[in-house]
């Protein structure tokens, strides 16, 4: 799915670190689901948790309508659903809102297709429904990370809005969350964390640059980073 800070390009190699202890029946658990990038190459137990009631409702609807199959959306009906939400169908406006939109930034613009150039709302559909079989048995959830109920020493894997950053849904706090974060380690969880930086406690156990669109026309690099607690 196309989103925001996406770890799709990244999982390849993440995922061997995450998952190097793992055992049978062992939860692995987002509570920062995003568009399911790095969930949907894990199997067994699994748990995806988001704040954002739309994005769940769209992961919800591909696991439930195989093959997924969209209307077409013009760039007016775009409009529509940004302002009017309420009366469409959440998963119709988690949809819109992440896919249809240039960058995968919530409804950031509708992202228009050129004659001879690359057509965005097909390619989201392909994306979409390449994904969907991935996603079946995945336990997704909506709610604040902070008020999870995660099962005794699951693998938990953080992708939270970056420190800095913005074009999120909700306001997020990452002081707060590392906090959270600690605790969840101290209690017997299995703690890994994306970000650029990390409090003095926690270590980089992987990084690598990385290209990252701005705009249309502006590109920034990055270095992408995986810390674990070190206490």
């Known amino acids: 799915m196309k989103y925001m800070g996406s770890k799709n390009r990244i999982a390849k190699e993440i995922l061997p670190i995450i998952?190097?202890?793992?055992?049978?029946?062992?939860?692995?658990?987002?509570?920062?689901?995003?568009?399911?990038?790095m969930i949907d190459k894990v199997d067994g137990l699994r748990i995806g948790n988001d704040v954002n009631?739309?994005?769940i409702a769209l992961l919800k609807h591909l696991q439930e309508n195989i093959p997924f199959n969209p209307p077409h959306i013009s760039e007016d009906e775009y409009k529509k659903i940004q302002h009017h939400k309420s009366i469409y169908p959440d998963w119709l406006v988690g949809y819109v809102g992440f896919n249809l939109t240039f960058g995968a930034k919530w409804f950031g613009g509708y992202g228009r297709s050129k004659a001879g150039d690359r057509n965005y709302e097909n390619e989201a559909q392909q994306n979409l429904k390449a994904?969907?079989?991935?996603?079946?048995?995945?336990?997704?959830?909506?709610?604040?990370y902070f008020d999870m109920d995660i099962p005794p020493?699951?693998?938990?894997?953080?992708?939270?809005?970056?420190?800095?950053?913005?074009?999120?849904?909700?306001k997020f706090y990452s002081s707060q969350f590392w906090e959270w974060a600690r605790r969840r380690a101290k209690e017997g969880h299995s703690v890994f964390v994306s970000e650029y930086v990390a409090p003095k406690d926690f270590k980089c156990v992987w990084s690598k640059e990385l290209l990252s669109t701005?705009?249309?026309?502006?590109?920034k690099t990055n270095v992408e980073k995986l810390f674990v607690p070190d206490f």
Not at 153 to 170: E, K, L, M, R, V
């Open 153 to 170: 020493n699951s693998i938990i894997y953080c992708d939270p809005p970056y420190a800095g950053t913005c074009g999120y849904h909700n």
């Open 214 to 219: 701005v705009s249309r026309k502006e590109y």
């Open 131 to 144: 994904q969907q079989n991935n996603l079946i048995g995945i336990d997704f959830r909506c709610g604040s």
């Open 19 to 37: 998952l190097k202890d793992r055992k049978p029946n062992r939860w692995y658990v987002e509570p920062f689901v995003g568009g399911a990038n």
């Open 53 to 55: 009631k739309y994005l």
